[in-house]
């Protein structure tokens, strides 16, 4: 499948520290976007990424593609307690206004 | 505010059982959409709307139905032919086209009983 899978399943830091997750696609794509969902909550949007990017910005986040190797990371940096969360990528499927969804990276930032 | 409202935000079935799941939307998208998330992993399509009287099978719609009578409602009915419901459903809603950030519920979470 062309599902993206994020890299690592779960990741622990510190407050203020910078965190970074990746995200690895099967085929080629013509846009990328990061959601966050909170524990029991529905996703929201963080930052879409087009295939001619490669890099953008938005706050704390910075998001960088790279399609000669079918990945994307997302950075926050100076990471806070309420980033806690999970960080999914969605790739589009060529079909409409349809994304494949990552399985997901846990964020825990530590007070 | 506008955004999606899903209710209930918790439901059981019994064995044997249909349930629907409600969704609306006040954004005035065209598009909206059913996702089926389970422990661990990602979203899964079950079924997408483009359009009022029209919809289309996602990636596991065995099991479920949906209408789409008015642009902003959206229900799925989980039906007993689905052999394992228990999950946590989302909806979403878009603008149409391509690249359009979709926009969520906070879902609701079957159980069954």
């Known amino acids: 499948s062309q599902q993206g899978e994020e890299d690592p399943q779960a990741l622990s830091i510190q407050e203020g520290e910078n965190a970074t997750m990746n995200c690895s696609y099967k085929?080629?794509?013509?846009?990328l976007q990061w959601y966050r969902q909170n524990s029991g909550r529905g996703l929201v949007h963080l930052i879409l990424i087009r295939s001619n990017e490669r890099e953008k910005h938005s706050g704390r986040l910075r998001v960088t593609l790279d399609t000669s190797k079918k990945s994307s990371s997302l950075l926050i940096t100076a990471s806070r307690a309420a980033d806690t969360a999970s960080y999914f990528c969605?790739?589009?499927?060529?079909?409409?206004?349809?994304?494949?969804f990552g399985t997901g990276t846990s964020l825990t930032v530590i007070p | 505010d506008g955004g999606i409202t899903q209710s209930p935000k918790y439901l059981f079935r019994k064995e044997g059982q249909n349930v629907t799941l409600s969704c609306e939307q006040n954004l005035n998208h065209d598009a909206m959409y059913w996702y089926r998330q389970d422990p661990g992993q990602g979203l899964r399509l079950i079924y997408y709307s483009q359009i009022v009287n029209d919809f289309q099978k996602g990636d596991i719609a065995e099991g479920y139905s949906v209408s789409r009578e008015k642009k902003e409602s959206f229900p799925l009915t989980v039906t007993s032919a689905q052999k394992n419901p228990t999950a946590f459903y989302l909806c979403?809603?878009?603008?149409?086209?391509?690249?359009?950030?979709?926009?969520f519920g906070d879902g609701t979470r079957l159980s069954i009983l």
């Open positions: 979403a809603s878009s603008w149409t086209g391509n690249i359009q950030p979709q926009h």
């Open positions: 969605a790739t589009d499927k060529n079909t409409g206004n349809q994304f494949y």
């Open positions: 085929t080629s794509i013509n846009n």
